[in-house]
């Protein structure tokens, strides 16, 4: 019923994912527009998509969106908003979340005495890094996956204030606003209603 009438290919869909053919600032007023109709409570949309969101700090591509499913189950957020959250990790901004998973990890690690960071040169290409996690992928993977549980439990309640203001403030919005419209409504009823 919501499918498209020509499916995309697969190269169409890799470039829907890295630059939407809305654009993204239309993207996101359509991913706001539809977690703001949730009715659910400011909570429990606040959380779905903060868990969304944190849970993108962890290097585990493929089940971003499983985990925020399944921490959204263990807090009772809305698993909508959680799919929606999961949206703050994407091509655009994982280099940069990554980075810090594996630092904030190999620090951890520095700090209770273990080595197990690769020295990574400063201006890595892409191959070395496959590379590297080829061939010690320990010393790559443990480091950033700790880091990256970390972040999202620190980031968590960040995202979650944001978040929560936001839907709060616009849910408000929406209650005035329908408020007198039915206001407006009534007066004209009872204005009708009033003349001979």
Known sequence: MFQRKNPLTFLQSTREALWP????????????????????????IAGGMAM?????FTPIVGTHILQAFAFSFCIRANYF??????????????PFMWYLSYKLGVTVFSLFG????L?????????????????????LF??????????AALTWPVFFVVFFIAVKRIKNIQRRRRLKSL?????EVTGQNARP
């Not at 908003?81 to 994982?94: D, Q, R, Y």
């Not at 206001?183 to 007066?187: D, E, T």
């Open 52 to 56: 969304g969101a944190s849970i993108s």
């Open 142 to 151: 443990v480091p950033w996956v700790v880091g990256g549980y970390m972040l």
């Open 81 to 94: 908003a959680a799919l929606v959250g999961t949206i703050i990790g994407n091509p655009w901004t994982f």
């Open 114 to 117: 273990m080595s197990v960071a």
């Open 119 to 139: 020295n990574l040169p400063d201006g890595i290409t892409l191959w070395q890094s496959v590379d590297m996690a080829l061939h010690q992928p320990l010393a």
């Open 21 to 44: 053919s809305m654009g993204w600032l239309r993207t996101l007023r359509y991913m706001a527009c539809r977690i703001i109709r949730l009715s659910d409570t400011p909570y429990r």
């Open 183 to 187: 206001h407006k409504a009534a007066v």
